[in-house]
Structure formats: C-alpha cells, structure tokens
C-alpha cells in the first residue's frame, strides 16, 4: 500500500496535480482570499466548485454524526447524480476532494486520457464506499501527487502538511448545492443555488463553518475556475 502525503493547501501545487490528472489547463484552482461580498467579486467566473479546508474538532465530529443519524433514520438515499465517495486512507481527504470537485463537472471539464478519466471510468456504478476502496488501489494517482512533493524544498513541502485540518468540496447540482466530505456516508443538500449565485451560496455555508470554531484560524478556501 502506498504512502499518502497530506495535501498542501496550496492552489500551484493542486494545479500541478490536476494537470498530471488529465485536466486541461483551462480549469485551475485559486485562492479565496475572504468571504468578504467585495473579495468574492474578484473570484473568476465560471465556479465550478469551492474547496474548504478547516480544523478537525469535536464539534464538527458531534455534527458529523448528528447528521449521519438524522439521514438513516429518515432512510436518506444518495443522490445518483452526484459523484461521492468514501475516504478510506488517511490523508487523503485533499485528493477526494479534488476528485469531487471535477468529476461532478463533467459537463464542463473534457478529462484528457490518463488518471483520473480511468478512474472514474472504472468507479461508475460503484457506492461510495467502493469509489474509495477503488481509489485507495489507484496507487498511480496517489503516486502522482507524491512525485509533484517530491519536487518542493522540504521547507515548503513540511509547512501545511497539517493532518489535523480536513478538506471538503461544494458543488452546484442540478439546481442544489451539495456539501462533498469523504468522512461522511452522504452529500449533505444544502438548498437550492443556481450556476450564477453558487459562489455566494456555498460561501455562506463556509461562514458557518467558520462560525462554529470561534476560536481557530485555520481555514482555507479554494475555488476551481475557468482562466481562459
């Protein structure tokens, strides 16, 4: 089994991944600066999806499992048209949430050949717990990212390499906007939103994270956009 490097938060070295993945150039991460109105203006448009990195803790834990409750008990089922999967290995939440940032778009993004297109290629029809195991075997993209660590000082490479923060991914789908954490059984609908108005809609989501842990400055928001 191979060795998972946590992922750096970091939008140049996620390009470097996403480009060794098979996705074209156009589509490439940037950073969110604030979740200020005027900050967000900035942000290139179109956004496909918004990376949220954060502080493991007891109460985003408490709410973990208060919501996995409150879905089996109303015998929630996962949406099909949203691609999710299961983390299996530990630090590897970074590239489970690049996965479900592109392949729920699809419809925008023309995966090149290679990694990422065979993966998801070979994970339709699976649950989400098999898309992680499935991932989990896919030594060569999990290889992928270890060889682009390996080519940053041991300075950089060591500096956000903190396995204490989680990454998460919200998407707009088919109308809704979905909540994408690989430690969770489910996509977590977090109402309606639109193509034009998901930005803002998934940054009030983040604020709430944010609000949460009063205390913690550990956060980080990324967002895939078109720059061309």
Sequence with gaps: MTTVIPMES???TMNKYLKRLGVPEKWRMVDVVSLDEDALYWVPRPVLA???LFPLSKTYEDLRSEQEKNLLK?????PKNVFHLKQVLSNVCGTIALVHSVANNTNHIELEDGLLKNYLNNAKGLDAAAKGA???NSVAILEAYKDIEMNISR???TASHDVSNHFVT???KDGSLYELDGRKSFPINHGSTSADSFLE???EVCRSF???EPDNINFNIMALVSVQ
């Design 10 to 12: 970091n939008p140049e």
């Design 50 to 52: 918004l990376m949220l």
């Design 74 to 78: 109303k015998g929630h089922q996962a």
């Design 134 to 136: 499935l991932l989990e």
């Design 155 to 157: 300075e950089d490479a």
């Design 170 to 172: 919200f998407i707009h």
């Design 201 to 203: 809609d998934a940054a």
């Design 210 to 212: 944010i609000a949460r």
